[in-house]
């Protein structure tokens, strides 16, 4: 479990391929890595890898065919990502709950910078639409981030001048791939009310 609260920025250095899957080693100097263990969970632009080796300049996880399939950025070299640890029992939770499985990916439809002001639009999967209500939560590319205003298949999101700093989002243009994790609550939310809609019928 993560919090979408980034602790650091990395880059993917390369990209080894296994049977149907792939083995990629993040480079990163800004993340602390004493305390992570072979087994431990971080999360790369959102997704939840699983650490299999410790290297001097970072760490390497595997990951599958699947994962590969509906997420953007993790196979492709020098492509900077965001980092989190996993969240402990102990730590404060200054973003929200977010699960590190991604759902789809969406689209930089807009990214205007003005003076300290940010306004990201990001066109997203039809399919996660019902879970998007405005001030709701999302994550993208693993920051946790405020819903502004819902447009059709569009969301707007204000960004503050940190976020720009500490996130991969300062590299965002127009046409950027980003991954997508939905709110959880939501999410269960959701499905009790499909589910007694389908009790009702």
């Given at each position: ?6 602790e650091?920025v ?6 080894s ?64 990502v ?38 990201l ?81």
């Amino acid at each position: 479990m993560f919090t979408g609260i980034i602790e650091a920025v990395g880059r993917v250095q390369r990209v080894s391929p296994k049977e149907e899957a792939v083995r990629i080693h993040i480079d990163t100097d800004q993340i602390e890595l004493n305390d992570v263990a072979l087994g431990d969970s971080i999360a790369v632009n959102g997704v939840c890898l699983t650490v299999v080796a410790f290297e001097e300049t970072g760490f390497s996880a595997d990951v599958s065919g699947e994962t590969l399939s509906c997420t953007y950025g993790l196979d492709i070299p020098d492509h900077p990502v965001n980092l989190e640890k996993a969240l402990r029992f102990s730590d404060r939770l200054d973003g929200h709950l977010v699960s590190g499985h991604v759902e789809g990916v969406g689209e930089v439809a807009q990214f205007i910078q003005t003076g300290d002001r940010c306004l990201l639009a990001i066109q997203l999967p039809a399919h996660l639409l019902q879970y998007i209500i405005p001030k709701g939560s999302i994550t993208v590319d693993g920051v946790s981030l405020t819903i502004n205003q819902v447009l059709g298949e569009r969301i707007e999101i204000n960004l503050i001048p940190h976020t720009l700093t500490h996130t991969t989002f300062k590299y965002f243009k127009p046409g950027r791939k980003v991954n997508i994790e939905t709110d959880m609550i939501a999410k269960y939310v959701a499905r009790l009310l499909e589910q007694a809609q389908g009790r009702q019928s």
